[in-house]
Structures are given as C-alpha cells and as structure tokens.
C-alpha cells in the first residue's frame, strides 16, 4: 500500500553513522575488513567470533528493535520510512514483529538462526522451548525443522479409508515443501548447486504430481 510522502522523513540512522569495531591491527567496517600493519591470530579471532556473534543475532536484534518501535507512535513516520527507500519491505517487518512478540528471550536458544525461531513462532510456549532445543541437539535446519514439526502435528486417523486419505496428503505435503526448500536454495548457490537443486525440485514436483493423481484416483472411486 502506498503512502503519501512527506518531507520531514527521515532514514533512522546512516550506515556511515557506524564506527568500526576494532581488534588490535584488525577493523570490521562497512562491507570491509580493514587491516593496519601485522595482526596476531588471537586478534584475527576474536574479529571472526565477533562476525559469528553479529550474523547469528542481528535478525533477532532486529525483530526486537521493530517490536519496540511499533509502540512509539511518534517513531511511525520514520519507520514509514525505512520501508518507503526500500531499506525493509512490510512484510519483513510483519515478520519480525511476529517473531519477537511471539518468541520471548528467554525461550530463545543461541546457536540458531532467526528463521529456526520463525518457525516455533506460532507453537506454545513449552512447545517451542522443546523443538528449539530438538533442532540444536540434532543439528536440524530450519526447513528441516519445519517439516518434523509439521509430521509431529498430524492427526492420526485410525479408520480405514480416512486413514489412506491422510497418508497421502502427507506425502503431496512433503514432496510440495522438498521442491520448495530446493527453489529457495538455488538463489543461493553458483550454477553448478543450482543445476542439481533444480534437477530435486523437479523430481520431488513430479513425485507430487503423481500423489496428487492418486488422490484423484481415490476420490473418483468414492463416487
């Protein structure tokens, strides 16, 4: 949905607003490694421990901040416009409002990414703090996360028929979510990943296809 401007917006703060954060000879900058003379490898570690510390909780970092802002009413035209220059896209920052006022801190475990908490978001508390801790201890990924989840969650059906019924919709379930994972890992591999990626969300496409005509198979002997 559009906004009308006004001129009085302004982006929160400059990237340039950020100083470096040093490490004896070693300096993480803007988009940069910045090195002055000979760096010893106790500092060339910290800086790597301090990139690791920044990646795995900015996003949650985030959500929280986009959490808190959405109670200051004097801050709306400002974070209006952060999404107005495209800087984040409503959407995302449903996202992270969703996750952080869904997610409290103290059921969050380090270790995780932001989309591994996205996806206990909607569970009940207890509930979270156990799959959050499945996915640490067995080193799921979230989309694989999300799949144990969702089996964990089906209905059993002890009857016959609706028995058959709800097996195979598990199965066009997890073949249609396996091509999904597999179009959203192509943008992020080179070309040579890419072509095997999308060789998986193909096959698992065509494995969908022929659940799904199954299905049709046993609704047209039900009539």
């Known amino acids: 949905m559009s906004r009308a401007k006004t001129p009085d917006r302004a982006i929160l703060l400059s990237p340039n607003a ?11 900058s803007e988009g940069r490694l910045d090195i002055s003379g000979k760096p010893d490898f106790d500092d060339f570690a910290r800086a790597l421990a301090c990139a690791d510390y920044l990646e795995d909780n900015a996003p ?15 801050w709306k035209d400002r974070i209006d416009a952060l999404i107005d220059a495209g800087t984040y896209t409503e959407a995302t920052v449903k996202q992270y409002r969703y996750v952080s006022t869904n997610v409290a801190p103290d059921r969050r475990l380090p270790g995780l990414s932001f989309s591994h908490h996205a996806e206990v978001a909607s569970l009940p508390a207890s509930e979270q703090v156990e799959w959050l801790t499945t996915a640490k201890t067995e080193h799921l990924s979230a989309s694989e996360l999300r799949r144990k989840i969702r089996r964990a969650k089906r209905v059993t059906i002890l009857s016959g028929q609706a028995s058959a019924y709800q097996e195979i919709y598990s199965k066009i379930a997890d073949a249609a979510y396996a091509a999904s994972d ?27 296809a022929e659940h799904v005509q199954t299905l049709r198979g046993m609704n047209g002997k039900q009539q």
Do not use: N
């Open 60 to 74: 949650l970092w985030k959500a929280d901040l986009f959490a808190y802002a959405e109670t200051r009413l004097d």
């Open 18 to 28: 950020m100083p470096p954060i040093r490490f004896g000879a070693l300096a993480l």
């Open 182 to 208: 597999a179009c959203k890992a192509i943008v992020q591999q080179d070309a040579a990943h890419a072509e095997e990626q999308i060789r998986v969300a193909r096959e698992q496409l065509m494995t969908c």
